[in-house]
């Protein structure tokens, strides 16, 4: 019967290439942190007070290079990690981002707005670069804007400082006293009238005085 000899632990080599790099002996290497030759010179694996005793006596030896082999055999000074941390950070990559307003657009009426929403509390997404310049995006739910919209569309939209630059009869998102809602809007004197593109969700009017802010829909994204 072949016998298959046992080889020696990796980490135990590890230790050992360590232990060539400090120009001392073995013989003070072992004392040094309290062992005996036969324990990391034999074919047998290394337990885990062994273990502690080596990274207590030279903690700066990386760990991830004792157990994986994997990285520099010595941790970076605490100097080269701060050069390290500098050259990332001066070198960053800054994605530009839009706020998703969290409100979902009434499917046919107007969604009860309960907390005030800052932009600090909406989610941010990537800025789509081929849409229009835009300043959010809105998930629409449900079916009273198809066929042009559907529920799932993250559509983008453009705040309205001017109520004279408002498009009437084209897609607009109506910040209002009672919540959020996006409809084709036309002028009615005192009120605006909210139309869907879907015949089945009836007109209705919003006073204007209860409107906070206007933006128009420039674009949207479907999901395929």
Sequence with gaps: MQIKEQNISPIKQRILTFADTLGISKRNFYATIGVSRGTLESKTGITEDVMAK???TYPQVSIEWLLTGIGHMIKPSLTESNQTIEYAESHRIDIPTRPRIPFNAAAGALSVVIDTVTEAECERLPLIPTLPEYDFTIQIKGDSMMPDFHSGDEVACRFINEASFIQWGLPHVLDTAQGVVLKSIYQDEDNIICKSFNPRYPDFKI???????????????RQS
Excluded: M, S, W
């Design 54 to 56: 080596f990274i207590a």
């Design 207 to 221: 006073p204007k005085e209860e409107i906070l802010h206007i933006a128009i829909v420039v674009g949207f994204i």
